[in-house]
């Protein structure tokens, strides 16, 4: 292989190493192994209302209204548990996903459970006491209710703060999808309009990572732009957003909570810290009697999102390869449709990727073979000019020319699978489709395939990761069958590439090794297949 090739392939490993380094710094490396699986929770099963014991006192910092209620919506989605206290979402667990890949793990639950945090779907407003309404001990509307398909039913709180604002929230729900309405509104004692804030809450230490669901920090589209704030240190200060606020939200990797307000118009976004926890409030500009959201608890799903509609799908952070990662996963779910398979899947497109990019394979494979018939002329022009460089130049591309010959045939094809390879990452890193799913021994194709056989020596959590072997066998074939030109040490060092890969895929998600092995094990027969016809 010449220089320039091997320089190529050089410097596309570099970009995916550092591609790699910039998506650890981005979103933080997840730890190995992971947490511990909690203990089950019991399932809540749907009753009538009743007053709930009292939280002990030494758990709470301020007095404990003791009629505090709490309701429970289920819905085919989701199963979420409401406190009259504030008025707050205590839990909301997600009835098709798992905390873990574990089978018998509860289900996830995006609320945090610690105590020392405030429980999202607060209120505050000005001249209110820190912490909005979490001491008001709100009166209920409703009660505990089972909800299926288009079924709906809704809770409404109306409680009063220590300064006479009366406080209303309604939430309307809908049994067989994601979206909550939520309306929200205040009257002084006056009976004057309050404006409020609407306040959602994430744990602001996030120095141990869930990799079954990552934390991402406030992703929000203003003014129809992006906007992202990973939080990976204390916040040091406020970041504020006001304009044409589509939705507002935490991000996980798999997860969504946000609020999208109905009327449109100006809003204001607020991200800050209050001890323990990340407070994200939401407000319209100017103030108005009532605020309506839809609120958003739920995956992310591409159909879902798209369903819902105001760009929510651009919640998902496929990068700058977005326009290859997307019509990717759209493939992946055309396919899904017939093999219910995620692992066979990635195969079917693995072979559909290769059967598109197979002529300009082909092409390289023939600019090889034709840069190694060259190579004793090319030796040749090198003793002959090897005190004149510049001739030598010239007499090689001349050379080339009379065998029509291009000298960057053998490298180009290559660069070009490098872009489809980041948006196959992010494709089968980043959506929820592949988290949890199964494939012959895995039991999470987007997590690295050495998790799925674990094994422990000296306190050390390891693990066999036979995907990846196989997939450096394969490529360490794959580099001895291609042709080469060049000195003897060009060669050592292309074959010592599947060595650097397979250390650098010990960490990438598990099917993403099935494609890359899928796809060498397809170019060993290609490569077979022209050096039997060259014959």
């Known amino acids: ?21 910039w998506l650890g710094w981005q979103y933080g490396t997840p730890e190995s192994p992971a947490p511990p699986v909690p203990e089950a ?48 979402l205590k839990s ?31 209120v505050t407003w000005i001249g209110a006491p820190a912490g909005g309404d979490a001491d008001v001990n709100y009166e209920v509307e409703g009660s505990s209710v089972r909800l299926s398909g288009e079924q709906q039913a809704a809770l ?10 009366t406080i209303t929230k309604t939430l309307v729900f809908t049994g067989g999808s994601y979206p909550i309405r939520l309306e929200v509104s205040a009257v002084n004692p006056a009976g004057a309009a309050v404006p409020l804030q609407v306040l959602l809450t994430a744990p602001a230490d996030q120095a141990v990572r869930n990799p079954d669901a990552p934390f991402e920090g406030l992703v929000a589209l203003v003014d ?22 589509a939705w507002a939200g935490f991000g996980y990797t798999y997860f969504f909570i946000a609020l999208l307000p109905e009327s449109g118009g100006k809003h204001s976004v607020t991200l800050g810290q209050s001890g323990p926890a990340l407070v994200l409030s939401v407000a319209p500009q100017p103030a108005r009697d009532a605020a309506r959201y839809t609120l958003f608890i739920g995956p992310k799903d591409l159909s879902v999102l798209e369903a819902i509609g ?17 019509p990717l996963l759209y493939v992946l779910h055309f396919f899904h449709r017939f093999t219910a398979s ?29 840069m190694q018939r060259l190579q004793p002329q090319m030796e040749r022009l090198k003793e002959k000019f090897k005190d004149d460089r510049e001739k030598l130049n010239k007499e090689i591309m001349e050379l080339y020319r009379r065998n029509g010959v291009n000298p960057l045939g053998g490298c180009l094809p290559m660069l070009l699978q490098f872009p489809v390879f980041i948006g196959l990452y992010n494709a ?9 799913a199964p494939f012959l021994w895995i039991k999470d194709l987007s997590r690295p395939d050495w998790e799925s056989l674990p094994f422990t020596v000296g306190g050390w959590h390891l693990g066999v990761p036979v995907l990846t072997i196989l997939m450096g066998a394969s490529m360490f074939i794959q580099q001895w069958m291609t042709p080469s030109a060049g000195d003897p040490n060009q060669r050592k060092m292309m074959l010592m590439m599947p060595l650097m890969f397979t250390f650098m895929f010990v960490t990438f998600p598990a099917g993403l090794t099935i494609y890359w092995l899928v796809n060498n094990i397809l170019s060993i027969g290609q490569q077979w297949w022209i050096n039997r016809m060259d014959k």
């Open 1 to 21: 292989m010449e220089k320039r090739a091997l320089l190529a392939v050089v410097l596309s490993l570099i970009v995916l190493v550092l591609y790699q380094q």
């Open 41 to 88: 929770k019991k399932p809540v099963v749907p009753e009538p209302a009743r007053p709930a014991a009292p939280p002990k006192a030494a758990a709470a910092e301020r007095p404990v209204p003791q009629e505090a209620r709490e309701l429970t919506v289920e819905t085919d989605r989701y199963m979420a548990v409401f406190t009259s206290r504030g008025a707050r």
């Open 92 to 122: 909301f667990q997600f009835k098709d996903y798992r905390s873990s890949a574990h089978e018998k793990s509860p289900p996830f639950d995006i609320v945090s459970p610690s105590p020392a945090l405030p429980l999202p779907l607060g």
């Open 156 to 165: 409404t709180f109306r409680g009063r703060a220590g300064d006479g604002t």
């Open 224 to 245: 129809n732009k992006i906007k992202r704030e990973h939080v990976a240190d204390p916040l040091k200060e406020e970041k504020a957003f006001s304009g044409d606020v």
């Open 310 to 326: 105001k760009g929510l799908e651009r919640s998902i952070d496929f990068g700058y390869f977005a326009f290859i990662s997307i």
């Open 342 to 370: 995620y692992g066979i899947d990635i195969i079917l497109l693995t072979v559909l990727i290769k059967i598109l990019t197979a002529p300009l394979t082909h092409k390289s494979y023939v600019s090889m073979k034709q």
């Open 428 to 436: 089968l890193s980043t959506p929820i489709e592949l988290r949890h």
